[in-house]
């Protein structure tokens, strides 16, 4: 496997359900990111890791948790999401945060709530 | 707040030039970035400008003077395969990226 991967490609849930995604990078990058992408709207940056601590939370709603055991992988953790959180949920890493770190994304989550 | 404007959709020709702007209201600026993504696909590293001055990648250019109010991306000899969204993203003085809703390029032979 090579760059980030993110599992699974499509997510079909309920409003009652509990799912995580799980996101995996192979370029050895210390900072990692959660971001939200719906139609035609820009990116919403969610969370931030660099070296598995957060330091970036964007006013997200709870319903949303992040876990990031290592900085290899990020998790987001879903539980009574609502119909409007349905959209492409991308992961992304770096080196770190400086300017010229380039992100590099995963090919996303398409996650529909009912 | 803060906010990056880039035209909603361009048209342009199968061999042809086009230039996607870019403007920017943000808290500082550490870089502007350009990324490519096609339908259904991850957003891709195209191009980063930090200083004035022009950053050349094969077909692709970014130009960047701040100065002048200059902020684009230039696409030559289209292709098809180009038809695909231009995402800028600008990092504010928090080194956090501030994007743009994107730019739908369609391409017509």
């Known amino acids: 496997e090579t760059g980030v991967t993110q599992t699974p490609r499509h997510l079909v849930m309920g409003m009652t359900n509990k799912k995580s995604l799980k996101c995996e990078q192979h370029?050895?990058?210390?900072?990692m990111y959660w971001y939200k992408q719906s139609a035609k709207k820009p990116l919403e940056l969610m969370f931030v890791?660099?070296?598995?601590?957060?330091?970036e939370n964007n006013s997200v709603p709870s319903r949303f948790s992040p876990e990031c055991p290592n900085s290899s992988h990020l998790f987001l953790h879903l539980h009574t999401l609502q119909p409007e959180d349905s959209a492409l949920y991308l992961c992304a890493s770096s080196q770190g945060l400086a300017g010229a770190d380039t992100q590099y994304f995963g090919p996303g989550t398409r996650l529909t709530v009912l | 707040g803060q906010n990056i404007d880039q035209p909603t959709e361009m048209t342009a020709t199968e061999g042809a030039i086009v230039q996607i702007n870019c403007t920017y209201q943000t808290s500082g600026f550490n870089g502007l970035f350009w990324y490519q993504q096609h339908a259904g696909e991850a957003p891709t590293f195209l191009s980063y400008n930090v200083l004035d001055g022009l950053e050349e990648k094969g077909r692709f250019s970014s130009f960047l003077s701040r100065s002048k109010g200059y902020r684009y991306l230039l696409l030559k000899e289209l292709q098809m395969k180009d038809s695909a969204s231009y995402l800028c993203a600008v990092m504010d003085s928090n080194y956090q990226l501030i994007w743009g809703a994107g730019t739908k390029l369609i391409i017509k032979p």
């Open positions: 890791y660099n070296f598995k601590e957060q330091t």
């Open positions: 370029l050895g990058h210390n900072a």
